[in-house]
């Protein structure tokens, strides 16, 4: 069973109240100020973690402004069908559902050390972005949502207090520069891959006409796999499409074709949504 009753955590713990009149601590400030928040999404049987971390070393760019709309709105997109499809049922309030909700300012706890409300990042998968303190308010729980804090860590702050940025061990230096190199290869190649969309050309000898706007595969084995796929920028226009299922399937081209788009359907059948127009500028 997970519970999702409010629990209200502050930034700093001032542990020397709890300390009895005997103990030899007594007189020390013993403070502790949270470093991170892992936060449990979904229920007992499943769901999704994430993290909110402060970068207490300052090694970090805290600014919004390097954190572009189009990435962040793609990975929320990305991440809230990956937490639909874990549990639809189970989630009764979806991360992105959540954030609806304003915390978007300062903490709602006073406390005495300003820093804490800076240099705060969330870690969720393949994306990292900066967020105020305010959005920690979010993972309090308030018993309808199943998106809280599950472990909070702090960190006594007379501990380490600059810290010292250690050189990396030689042995790992030409391991990390490798792996450095694979991925920003594979970045480049995302982002050329997703300005394109590929697609299945299945001309019509695929098919058993039936009634209405439904085909069915003769051949029923590897249905979304027939035909010849193709791929193209998301500017394409439809007379570039055109030519090139003239090059693909070798229509002459003098020779008259009518493209349109479809979607598979249950039992090996395929609907017709619409024909792709001459007069459409882009696809």
């Known amino acids: 069973m997970k519970l999702n009753d409010k629990f209200k955590f502050p930034l700093e713990l001032h542990m020397n109240q709890y300390l009895t009149e005997d103990s030899p601590q007594k007189g020390e400030e ?14 007992v049987g499943g ?14 760019t805290w600014d919004f402004d390097l954190y ?9 997109q990305q991440d809230k069908k990956k937490e639909d499809s874990k549990d639809k049922e189970s989630h009764q309030k979806t991360e992105t559902e959540e954030e609806q909700i304003d915390f978007d300012g300062d903490f709602p706890i006073p406390y005495r050390n300003k820093e804490l409300g800076k240099n705060w990042y969330e870690f969720n998968d393949s994306y990292v972005r900066p967020i105020v303190a305010g959005r920690l308010e979010g ?57 394109y969309l590929e697609i299945y050309l299945q001309p019509q000898s695929l098919f058993l006409i039936k009634e209405g706007l439904e085909l069915k595969y003769i051949n029923e084995k590897d249905t979304e796999e027939q035909g010849v796929k193709i791929k193209f920028t998301f500017d394409a226009t439809v007379g570039q499409l055109k030519n090139m299922i003239r090059e693909e399937l070798k229509i002459n081209q003098d020779e008259e074709f009518q493209a349109f788009e479809t979607c598979e359907l249950a039992n090996q059948l395929c609907q017709v949504f619409r024909a792709i127009s001459d007069f459409d500028d882009e696809i």
């Open 30 to 43: 013993i403070d502790y100020e949270l470093l991170s928040c892992i936060i449990h999404i979904g229920n």
């Open 47 to 60: 769901g999704h973690y994430k993290a909110y971390i402060r970068d207490y070393a300052n090694e970090g």
């Open 68 to 76: 572009d709309n189009e990435d962040r709105k793609e990975a929320e």
């Open 139 to 195: 993972q309090f729980g308030n018993g309808s949502s199943n998106q809280n804090a599950y472990i909070l860590m702090y960190k006594r702050k007379d501990f380490n207090e600059n810290p010292i940025h250690a050189d990396i061990p030689s042995y790992w230096v030409d391991e990390i520069k490798k792996q450095n190199l694979i991925s920003s290869k594979e970045r480049e190649a995302y982002d050329i891959e997703r300005n």
